[in-house]
């Protein structure tokens, strides 16, 4: 087997990827003006990167009307999700961000039961309650849970993140994958434009006021992160993937407090990472 073709190939990269992207996101936010204007800039920039990796795969659309319909409602909700995450990451550690961002899991096995009328499976259920006592064990100091609006908008995020992936079950399958990518990245971009009504000349300040390197860095982890993971599973089996794709949430705890000075409530996030890739691995079982 070609090593092009090993979902693991792509898994490391996506791992390396996302743990870049977070800690750079976050600096990004440092000297932000407008979060929407800089929201804009980083899914504009993304969206540039994907097209020099639309002509390395097969390209190919769907036919069927509908799925494009699914497609924009789920790029509403990950506008949402866009927006909220700028605001909440400007605040929080990146650490403290992955964390968070694991609630989608447990918002689809809910949602899986209550909507679609899914089996209720023991190893799901209580892979979901680790990953929320993860989550609640970050937050709790001296006897209380310890929530901020920032906590709450970072949570708000992800569930509209949730929502949009519900909607948008494997449509990437049907898409040239940068193609795809492409499109979850510029349309939210135009939709904040046009809804937030942002100026150009407001991204532009925004564009000289930011760090370069980070923005850049950003953008380009978020296109190539995303093309990768969904390679890996294309490729690799679901049960071993989504395991191996939560150890970025460890590692970028480990790297946080090893290079970027976040040290808050460090041994709670070690504990808290390991809870979540063990409840990622029962909810996969």
Known sequence: MSILNDYKIYIALYVFLNIIYNQYYKISTKNMVSSASLTILLELIASIVCLFFIPLFDFKLPSNIYT??????????????????????????????????????????????????????????????????????????????????????????????????????????????????LITMFIPAVITLLFERVKIKNIIYEYKCVDKMSLYLTSFCSSIMMISKLIAYNLGDLTLVAPLSSLSVILSVITGYLFFNEKENIFKKVIASILIIIGVILINL
């Open 68 to 181: 494009y319909i699914f497609l924009f409602l789920a790029t509403i909700f990950y506008t949402l999700n866009n927006r909220l995450s700028t605001v909440s990451r400007s605040r929080l550690d990146a650490s403290t961000y992955m964390i968070i961002k694991q609630i989608p899991a447990v918002v689809m096995i809910i949602t899986g039961i209550l909507l679609f009328k899914e089996n209720i499976i023991f190893n799901k259920i209580l892979g979901a309650f680790i990953i929320i006592f993860s989550n609640i064990l970050v937050f709790y100091n001296k006897r209380k849970i310890k929530i901020d609006k920032y906590v709450l908008i970072g949570i708000l995020s992800n569930i509209f993140l949730s929502i949009g992936m519900i909607i948008d079950v494997s449509y990437s399958d049907e898409f040239n994958l940068p193609l795809y990518v």
